[in-house]
């Protein structure tokens, strides 16, 4: 259990290109106070923080963008290829974003169903933080699909990028709920309605403990 003080704890994850952004959102539109993790990432590597000039000291002025803003696909490029330096780039920017995200959870209200929109949950062996943890699952062939389709990205980088992450096994191994995105915008709707409704349940059960 979360020792959070809100009425419920949700980790949300799922691999790189699953549709874990777009159940996020939907989230939020339902209510819940939403923490995203990536867009706190970009935060403490902003131009002139601490946390870019870290960055900078161990990769090279070669992943800064000509107006010195951090180029996040130089350094993916550089870190998804070799897991010693992924470790480094990690021991810089999770410190930051945990003290980050400790910061916007205490400004949620008493009452909130708070959702941690986390990548790295099976990764790095979060799920115990969390009341609940979500899963967005799609299988691996679709992942790369909507990587090279609507990202851009080679075949190549985009196995690449899945394969840094966790298994699709492992990330159900750690779910509670499973929202399976291989479908249409439609169907992911009715999970997420679905969703909430069991959140909302589950943390009303929560409040009268």
């Given at each position: 259990m979360s020792t959070l003080a809100v009425v419920l704890s949700v980790g949300l994850t799922g691999g790189i290109g699953s549709g874990k952004s777009e159940v996020s959102r939907r989230l939020a539109e339902h209510g819940a106070v939403v923490v995203d993790a990536d867009a706190v990432a970009r935060e403490v590597v902003e131009p002139g923080t601490p946390g870019l000039a870290e960055v900078v000291a161990e990769f090279g002025e070669g992943v800064l963008l000509p107006d010195g803003s951090l180029d996040r696909e130089r350094l993916g490029s550089i870190v998804f290829a070799d897991e010693e330096?992924?470790?480094?780039?990690?021991?810089?920017?999770?410190p930051r974003v945990g003290e980050r995200m400790r910061e916007l959870v205490e400004r949620a209200p008493g009452d909130a169903i708070v959702v941690y929109d986390v990548p790295l949950i099976a990764e790095n062996g979060l799920a115990g933080m969390y009341d609940l943890v979500v899963v967005v699952d799609t299988p691996v062939e679709e992942q790369v699909r909507r990587l090279t389709g609507r990202r851009g990205m080679t075949e190549a980088d985009a196995?690449?990028?899945i394969a840094a992450q966790a298994t699709r096994e492992r990330r159900l191994e750690i779910a509670d709920r499973v929202i399976d995105n291989s479908g249409t915008l439609e169907r992911l709707a009715g999970q997420v309605d679905e969703l909430w409704a069991d959140l909302k349940r589950h943390a009303d059960a929560e409040d009268r403990r």
């Open positions: 330096r992924r470790a480094r780039l990690n021991a810089i920017v999770h196995r690449a990028r």
